[in-house]
Structures are given as structure tokens and as C-alpha cells.
T-cell receptor, first 111, second 113 residues
């Protein structure tokens, strides 16, 4: 049972344009969500998070949107840069010490 | 500031050999500790987590085990490796507040031949 889903395994975006990565979840009890960026052969790096009491959180080029009614969150990267090319994971805190991760979306930013 | 270390960075082991991967965290006390595995082309699979010394919760039944001999030390072990144990192993830590972010170590690439 995949509680956190990233349905797009890959995404290609032109440099300077917006990248939108999507994530859906099934458990309405999740109350904290995170996005991570991962390069090959490295550990994931924390990017940005959002509490369920908010619908938007912004940090520089990264903005996370949360739509609780749709159980959907998205990460917007504007403008996209070649260095943003990586695998992006969304995660939800389950409330019992555990973080549930999606399967990741590979973003490729084309120069 | 907090840092998390994992070693070794890469490991090639024959089938049936033992395994010991170590993870240590600096700059924090009483962290929650986690072991994940990322198989090729897959997401992050939670293997074990620990909320205190000597306390281990197992998420996936398998031939791996974990131990937490000290507050900031987390060890992943196996008595006999299988081919299917190959993957990228990640250690992570979080604070004890539920809204704390989880931070990852650099990972260990394990290849079982």
C-alpha cells in the first residue's frame, strides 16, 4: 500500500522555466511533509517542508504547495537551473516516528 | 551544528559473508535514528528505526538486523548476505519533535556478488 505516491518517474524542463513536481498521499492523518533532493551515490538533501496547517511555504527558488482536500502537494522550482537535475523525493511524517517516502521523480533541466 | 557519518562509503562482499555498517551522529542528543535502503531504480525503503539506546523497531522482515549500542551510534548487520541485499544504504536522524526534519548521511553502496 503506497501511502505517498509520485506518479511521474521523470520530468524534463528547459533551463529558466518552472519545474513542477507532484506528490499525492492517501492518509489524511499526515501532518508534516518534506521534499528532498538526491544526487546519485549521495544521501538525500533536505530542501523544504510544510506543515498541514499551511498551504504554501517558500524558500528562495523553491515553493511547496499543499492541497489537503485533494491530498496533494507540489514542489515548484523557479527558475530551474541545470544543477537542479536530480531525483526528488517527497515524504510525509506518519506521526509514529516514521517518514513515508514516495518513489521519486527524476528531474532533468536542459541547458 | 549536527553532522551524520556513515562508513564505509562502498563495500563489495561475497554472498554468505557478514555485514556491518556504522552510522554516527554528532551535535545532538537522543536523536531518532533510521536505516533505509534504496534498491536500483526504487524509492527509499525503511528498514529499522530507533528512538533510544537499545530500542530497535523493524519494518521489513529480512536477514538484516540493527543495533544501537550508544545514543548516537546505529549499526546495521547481517550474518549472511544475500544477492538481494545489494543496494544503497542510508542512515538518517531526526529530533524527537514530530515536526523535526529528517537528515541523511552520505550512504553506503553495497554490492553483493
Amino acid at each position: 500500500d503506497q501511502q505517498v505516491k509520485q506518479n511521474s518517474p521523470s520530468l524534463s524542463v528547459q533551463e529558466g522555466r518552472i519545474s513542477i513536481l507532484n506528490c499525492d498521499y492517501t492518509n489524511s492523518m499526515f501532518d508534516y511533509f518534506l521534499w528532498y533532493k538526491k544526487y546519485p551515490a549521495e544521501g538525500p538533501t533536505f530542501l523544504i517542508s510544510i506543515s498541514s496547517i499551511k498551504d504554501k511555504n517558500e524558500d528562495g527558488r523553491f515553493t511547496v504547495f499543499l492541497n489537503k482536500s485533494a491530498k496533494h502537494l507540489s514542489l515548484h522550482i523557479v527558475p530551474s537551473q541545470p544543477g537542479d537535475s536530480a531525483v526528488y523525493f517527497c515524504a510525509a511524517y506518519s506521526g509514529t516516528y516514521k517518514y513515508i517516502f514516495g518513489t521519486g521523480t527524476r528531474l532533468k533541466v536542459l541547458a | 551544528s549536527q553532522t551524520i557519518h556513515q562508513w564505509p562509503a562502498t563495500l563489495v562482499q561475497p554472498v554468505g559473508s557478514p555485514l556491518s555498517l556504522e552510522c554516527t551522529v554528532e551535535g545532538t542528543s537522543n536523536p531518532n535514528l533510521y536505516w533505509y535502503r534504496q534498491a536500483a531504480g526504487r524509492g527509499l525503503q525503511l528498514l529499522f528505526y530507533s528512538v533510544g539506546i537499545g530500542q530497535i523497531s523493524s519494518e521489513v522482515p529480512q536477514n538484516l538486523s540493527a543495533s544501537r549500542p550508544q545514543d548516537r551510534q546505529f549499526i546495521l548487520s547481517s550474518k549472511k548476505l544475500l544477492l538481494s541485499d545489494s543496494g544503497f544504504y542510508l542512515c538518517a536522524w531526526s529530533g524527537w519533535e514530530k515536526t523535526d526534519t529528517q537528515y541523511f548521511g552520505p550512504g553506503t553502496r553495497l554490492t553483493v556478488l
